[in-house]
């Protein structure tokens, strides 16, 4: 069964892109397997982001988070109570990430049950600019570094629950 990796963020709005330029960048460069599909530039929310990942077994969100409990740059597997950090998993206008899947899983039947967000911590969602900040970018190898780690730890786990 298959998983899909995908980077969430506004790719104008600075930090608010890194999950994006993160996925982008293990995308171009590093491997990952052949059950693993890649999703790299998504802006979207709630009932549209779920609509993109129906039908698979494992989805790994990478997307920008402001909590101010960890320094900037610091990458963490979120347990399912603390996504709401995750900022692309809230769409003010419509629903949020777990009101989505709660009415997606009413009406189909191949919602995946494995949904996992990894978070990384930036200063400023709202910065308009296609760059990343400083701050970020001089961390950004070992940002991808962790985050390459634990998709490849993930999707390894799912492997072997499934063998």
Same mark, same amino acid.
């Given at each position: 069964?298959?998983?899909?990796?995908?980077?969430?963020?506004?790719?104008?709005?600075?930090?608010?892109?890194?999950?994006?330029?993160?996925?982008?960048?293990?995308?171009?460069?590093? #491997?990952?397997?052949? &059950?693993? !599909?890649?999703?790299?530039? %998504?802006? $979207?929310? *709630?009932?549209?982001?779920?609509?993109?990942?129906?039908?698979?077994?494992?989805?790994?969100?990478?997307?920008?988070?402001?909590?101010?409990?960890?320094?900037?740059?610091?990458?963490?597997?979120?347990?399912?109570?603390?996504?709401?950090?995750?900022?692309?998993?809230?769409?003010?206008?419509?629903?949020?990430?777990?009101?989505?899947?709660?009415? #997606?899983?009413?009406? &189909?039947? !191949?919602?995946?049950?494995? %949904?996992? $967000?990894? *978070?990384?911590?930036?200063?400023?969602?709202?910065?308009?600019?296609?760059?990343?900040?400083?701050?970020?970018?001089?961390?950004?190898?070992?940002?991808?570094?962790?985050?390459?780690?634990?998709?490849?730890?993930?999707?390894?786990?799912?492997?072997?629950?499934?063998?």
């Amino acid at each position: 069964m298959k998983s899909v990796i995908i980077g969430l963020g506004n790719p104008i709005v600075g930090d608010d892109a890194v999950g994006i330029k993160v996925v982008e960048y293990i995308r171009d460069t590093l #491997s990952l397997p052949s &059950y693993a !599909d890649v999703m790299a530039d %998504i802006s $979207i929310a *709630g009932v549209g982001l779920v609509e993109l990942f129906r039908g698979y077994k494992q989805v790994i969100l990478i997307d920008s988070i402001q909590s101010g409990a960890f320094p900037i740059g610091t990458v963490k597997l979120l347990a399912p109570d603390q996504f709401s950090l995750a900022l692309h998993t809230s769409d003010y206008h419509n629903m949020d990430l777990f009101t989505a899947l709660e009415f #997606s899983n009413q009406m &189909y039947d !191949d919602i995946p049950e494995e %949904i996992k $967000i990894i *978070g990384i911590e930036i200063i400023s969602p709202i910065e308009f600019s296609d760059e990343l900040s400083t701050d970020i970018s001089k961390k950004f190898e070992d940002i991808v570094d962790e985050v390459y780690k634990i998709i490849t730890q993930e999707l390894e786990m799912e492997i072997n629950q499934t063998i």
